[in-house]
């Protein structure tokens, strides 16, 4: 089994959902708190594994998890306030807002139910939380966007939607930390388009840029100077230095070499690193970001993930010494999170906790979220 066999399913299924519609309705939230929550959702089961973070990183179930959801979630986004979260749902073209309570239990946002023009394959959200874009796939696909109510509720903006470059049938998408420009990649080709961002909405396309073959879950730098794309067909991960109005510009010696099929590219808080899990490869490559954005192989990158696993997806704790790293598929069905200790030097080693079961299945894509 492979990363891209996975993908081919998913493809395979937003394809088939191109001419679906269909919506459900959502109860009353819960007040938000303190703790700290991992979220995985999965792509082949209608639910969402919440895991609470301990004090030490320890990783634990919430009762009641996982909770449902629309089938098809290809994308998680959490908000600034670090408890309310948008699964785009692609089985019913369907947005649905939830917030995290004391418990950890997902509880529906009202007014947070929309239904979109297609299948959605992603979101992202403005960094000051007030402004939603969703991918919806198609040939080609395009973005919609809409207005975040202090509620948590969405309205459409009444921007006109933007084509997206390419075949977008599992788009993704990443707002710049800036909030100025919107980048979405298309996994079935080699372009990444990018838009600038109005306050009401509008959408400008800039254009398109290339980048390797199968880019998927764009990442950026804290600071928002750089841009890294991973290539699953390419192998490698495309840098860009962004520049004060958007233009992206290839990083000194990118592509760098993954050492397997990357899935996803996370900087660290303080802008000095950059972890990448390979799919393909079974294994999490490390990189020093040099001061001109160049990726420098960790000492002894790749580190190996744990065995009949798709690694997929890799979240940081805010403490800057653990990393967590959630598979896409397993040899035991639902999806594992696993943990590992990021060592001064910035290499890994796998910690002594045991995995920690998500009940969900096939998490593929950017479905990881862990709140501040």
Do not use: K
């Amino acid at each position: 089994m492979t990363s891209f066999l996975s993908r081919c399913a998913t493809i395979a299924f937003v394809a088939a959902l191109l001419s679906v519609v269909a919506w459900t309705a959502a109860p009353v939230p819960a007040a938000a708190a303190s703790s700290r929550f991992l979220v995985v959702a999965g792509t082949a089961s209608m639910g969402i594994g919440v895991l609470r973070v301990g004090a030490d990183g320890t990783l634990s179930n919430v009762p009641n998890s996982p909770f449902p959801t629309g089938f098809g979630v290809l994308s998680v986004v959490l908000a600034p306030d670090g408890r309310t979260v948008y699964v785009p749902h692609a089985g019913d073209f369907g947005v649905t807002g939830y917030r995290l309570d004391d418990n950890g239990t997902l509880r529906p946002v009202p007014g947070a139910d929309i239904t979109v023009g297609g299948p959605p394959t992603a979101a992202a959200l403005s960094p000051d939380g007030t402004q939603l874009f969703v991918v919806v796939g198609g040939a080609p696909g395009h973005v919609e966007s809409y207005a975040v109510a202090p509620s948590g509720a969405l309205t459409p903006t009444g921007a006109p939607t933007v084509p997206v470059d390419g075949f977008s049938a599992v788009g993704m998408a990443r707002v710049d930390p800036s909030g100025r420009f919107l980048r979405v990649v298309t996994y079935l080709g080699n372009t990444m388009s990018s838009y600038a961002i109005a306050p009401d909405g509008t959408m400008t396309p800039l254009g398109a840029t290339a980048v390797e073959l199968g880019p998927v879950a764009p990442g950026f730098s804290p600071d928002g100077r750089y841009l890294y794309v991973s290539n699953e067909f390419g192998f490698d991960l495309s840098g860009f230095a962004i520049g004060a109005n958007g233009e992206l510009t290839p990083t000194p010696g990118s592509p760098y070499p993954s050492h397997g099929v990357p899935h996803g590219a996370v900087v660290t808080a303080d802008g000095t690193r950059l972890y990448v899990p390979n799919a393909m490869g079974q294994s999490i490559a490390g990189y020093a970001v040099e001061a001109d954005g160049r990726l420098v192989e960790l000492p002894g990158s790749p580190y190996a993930a744990p065995a009949a696993t798709l690694p997929g997806q890799v979240a940081l704790h805010p403490d800057g010494e653990t990393l967590y790293l959630v598979d896409v598929l397993t040899a035991q069905v639902t999806t594992r999170v696993h943990t590992y200790r990021i060592r001064p030097d910035g290499s890994l080693a796998a910690s002594a906790l045991p995995s920690v079961d998500t009940g969900v299945v096939m998490s593929d894509g950017p479905v990881v979220a862990i709140t501040p």
